[in-house]
């Protein structure tokens, strides 16, 4: 790669405490792994996996115990956790809206934090509601719960993109949706990756998604990072695990290929 | 007369500015610092798994122990402290009144308002804290942005609750010197005036309910995020408080304060002096329904100027003493032992209120009892009655003493219901007040002491360490002195006992006047 990594895991550890007079749980052990600039990087893992970890660990929501962790090239220990948060967007699982904030206040919080002055913060909400193609007056002033769950998803993209970040983290974003939903926002965000030249970590435990949107994938298990690389790279790894998640999606196109007519008409 | 035509409807309706004003600043001022010290606690303390277990055991042990007692403790504790303060920054303060009812309903509201806050905290979802976190909010902002607010409708049904506890034992720092609508239902209870009684139940609970109910507007507001409720709730409290506030702000106690103890005699005596004063062009207010130690002590503390104690009350509970001397062999004593704490013994009025064993006549005549001598002997097989005080009384270990008296059963009785019970056979034998008009009206007789075991009581008027050399103030009270017969006494604590209109307090004392002014 030309450009030094944006993002860069360097033999990061961390452990928990398992619990009472439990042994203490490595959720992440031993990973280094590099995200260039403009990436869309998906992180793909069960339950358990450390993938959650992992990206916490990027924005310092959580603390590593072992091995260095660089964003645009600065050690992360030496940062202010506050404002290195305050420069990544997040998109949390299911929306994590403020329930007692309007749409518009939920989207603007990051540059109301930041101290961007009322009528800039008005002006960028607008941007953004336009982004995520919601209609401006009709849901400026919603509440959170007045929404459906992918609406809330757009307002919850639109809040991480508000302070014009380079990095934005997502953390299994669309895995509470319908299928219907769950596509065009996935196109969209990919669409709005491009366009804004954003680098983008995201989460999923679904290989097919991670195929469709991300340009690399990490696979994960166990707190360990056991392979990484473009699609292409990946169906090579020796493997087994990389190759059972990858056998499902291809077992699922081969089907659909015969099920479905070339014209589409279901 | 019909019931609302009573003429005490309007007597107690004369009293509600003062007392519903003095009830709501010491309600308000409560519930205020009780908020400003819970708030910050429980904040501090909600991630914390020990010292929340502390503060919310704390509270909950306050909460159980009762009203009454709470206020009472606290008197005690801050005149010790105002001692302390005294000796070591030569900086007093009073301790009667106002000062302990606060504390003691501060203490009070606090449990309420710590768990609601605890929980309402600890009710706001992972993952929003975990957003809050994630945009980039520092502790403190999410705590004021997103915590607090997501709190806010738990906390404030916990300052409802708060609020409605604090209005309804505020009721109960009477007997610690604090005036409040409880000045009704404590001098009622004693006079037997159940208007008053009525009357000041009614006006608490208007205003706990009022208050409730405003509250509930500023959370249904909170809940709904209706700002307009908010503001109305809020407007309705503020206009609440100021509309109770202003009359008693411009009444504020002036001149001379008398004290008066809990029963109906005191009320009369507080009554009649102040009249005297007030003719004398004094201006004088009356502080009643206090209870017997904090009435002495707010006087050695000029917190109160004037009232009207019984030598022997003195002599056993204040001083400790317990043995027993002849009337003026006594009086003469216990004027110097007074004067050591700056006391005047100005004289007595006249009359004993001793304690004495009363029984029926009719049985009396049967059994040939006429002393407590011939009681001892028929003691083992009867019952006996008295007050809540009296069986820890040093009159009753000597009693006991003296006569070798035990009885099969002892219990204790609101002294209003003690002669009555007495009258019916329910007990045999009641410890009651020689003053007390319901001895003839229920025919009854008072046991001769023949080997003197009870002290005297004479009543004397004592008047604070800063009243000393008020030559006037003696000068308006020396008509009194000397003057009121234990027949008359009798007569007036009868009518103050009589439940119609002319048994107010004031108007038995101008009744008292007249009869032994006329003389």
């Given amino acids: 790669m030309p450009t030094p990594p944006l993002i860069a895991f360097a033999h990061v550890g961390k452990s928990f405490d398992g619990g009472r007079g439990a042994a203490r749980v490595r959720a992440v052990n031993d990973v280094s792994l590099e995200v260039a600039e403009g990436e869309f990087l998906a992180i793909v893992g069960g339950s358990g996996s450390g993938k959650t970890t992992l990206l916490r660990l990027a924005n310092r929501l959580i603390d590593a115990d072992e091995g260095r962790l660089t964003v645009e090239g600065e050690d992360v220990r030496a940062l202010d956790p506050i404002q290195l948060r305050r420069r990544i967007g997040y998109v949390f699982q299911s929306g994590g809206l403020f329930p007692h904030f309007s749409v518009a206040g939920n989207i603007g919080i990051t540059p109301k934090l930041v101290g961007t002055p009322p009528n800039e913060i008005s002006a960028r909400v607008d941007e953004l509601l336009d982004l995520v193609r919601l209609d401006r007056a009709l849901y400026r002033d919603r509440f959170p719960h007045e929404l459906s769950g992918g609406q809330r998803q757009r307002v919850g993209v639109a809040r991480a993109l508000a302070a014009k970040p380079r990095i934005v983290l997502m953390d299994e974003p669309f895995g509470a949706l319908d299928p219907l939903t769950r596509d065009a926002l996935g196109d969209d965000y990919r669409e709005l990756h491009r366009q804004l030249g954003l680098t983008t970590v995201m989460i999923t435990h679904d290989m097919t998604e991670a195929l469709l949107l991300a340009d690399r994938i990490a696979v994960m298990r166990a707190g360990r990072l056991l392979a990484q690389g473009t699609p292409a790279q990946l169906s090579h790894s020796g493997d087994p695990y990389v190759g059972d998640l990858l056998r499902t999606p291809r077992r699922q196109a081969e089907r659909l290929g015969a099920l479905l007519p070339r014209d589409g008409a279901a | 007369m019909s019931f609302f035509s009573d003429p005490r409807w309007g007597e107690a309706l004369a009293h509600l500015p003062d007392y519903l004003g003095n009830h709501v600043r010491v309600s308000v001022t409560a519930l205020a610092l009780g908020l400003a010290v819970s708030l910050p606690l429980a904040i501090a303390a909600r991630n914390r798994p020990i010292p929340r277990g502390a503060l919310l055991g704390l509270a909950s042990i306050v909460q159980t122990v009762p009203g009454l007692a709470l206020l009472a403790l606290f008197y005690p504790l801050l005149l ?440």
């Fill in chain 2, 80 to 519: 010790a402290l105002a001692a302390l303060s005294l000796s070591w920054f030569g900086i007093g303060f009073s301790a009667f009144g106002f000062l302990p009812a606060v504390l003691a309903l501060a203490l009070y509201s606090m449990l309420p308002v710590l768990r609601n806050t605890i929980t309402g905290l600890q009710g706001v979802d992972a993952a929003i804290l975990e957003a809050a976190q994630g945009v980039g909010m520092t502790p403190r902002q999410s705590l004021f942005q997103v915590e607090l607010p997501l709190a806010l409708p738990v906390m404030m049904a916990g300052i409802r609750t708060a609020a409605v506890w604090v209005i309804g034992t505020a009721t109960l720092s009477t007997p610690i010197g604090q005036t409040s609508l409880g000045n009704y239902i404590f001098a009622g209870l004693q006079t037997q005036n159940w208007v008053f009684v009525l009357f000041g139940c009614l006006a608490a609970a208007v205003l706990a309910l009022a208050v409730d109910q405003l509250l509930s507007l500023i959370e249904a507001g909170v809940r709904g995020r209706s700002r307009l409720r908010v503001a109305l709730g809020g407007v309705g409290i503020a206009m609440l408080v100021v509309a109770t506030l202003v009359p008693s702000m411009a009444r504020l106690p002036s001149g001379i304060i008398v004290g008066a103890k809990t029963f109906a005699e005191q009320y009369v005596l507080s009554a009649l002096i102040a009249q005297r004063l007030r003719a004398a062009g004094f201006s004088a207010s009356s502080r009643e329904g206090l209870g017997s130690n904090v009435v002495f002590e707010a006087l050695a503390a000029d917190d109160i100027d004037v009232y009207v104690d019984y030598s022997g009350t003195l002599w056993a509970n204040q001083f400790h003493r317990t043995d027993s001397k002849p009337r003026e062999e006594l009086l003469a004593e216990l004027k110097t032992t007074l004067a050591q704490q700056g006391i005047t013994l100005l004289g007595e009025l006249g009359f004993e209120n001793a304690y004495a064993l009363v029984m029926t006549r009719r049985r009396a005549e049967a059994l040939g009892i006429r002393s407590i001598a011939d009681l001892a002997a028929h003691a083992p097989g009867m019952s006996m009655a008295a007050d809540y005080e009296f069986f820890s009384r040093p009159e009753w270990a000597g009693l006991q003493k003296a006569y070798g008296l035990t009885f099969r059963a002892q219990r204790q009785m609101q002294p209003d219901f003690m002669y009555a019970a007495a009258a019916s056979g329910e007990v045999d034998v009641i410890a009651g007040y020689t003053s007390d008009g319901l001895i003839a009206k229920h025919d009854l007789v008072v046991l001769d002491d023949t080997r003197r075991a009870i002290p005297p009581y004479d009543s004397i008027v004592l008047l604070a360490p800063k009243r000393a050399d008020d030559h006037a103030l003696k000068a308006a009270l020396a008509p009194l002195l000397g003057r009121i017969d234990i027949a008359s006494m009798r007569e007036a604590n009868l009518r103050a006992a009589g439940g119609d209109g002319e048994s107010s307090p004031d108007a038995v004392a101008r009744w008292l006047w007249e009869r032994i002014g006329a003389r």
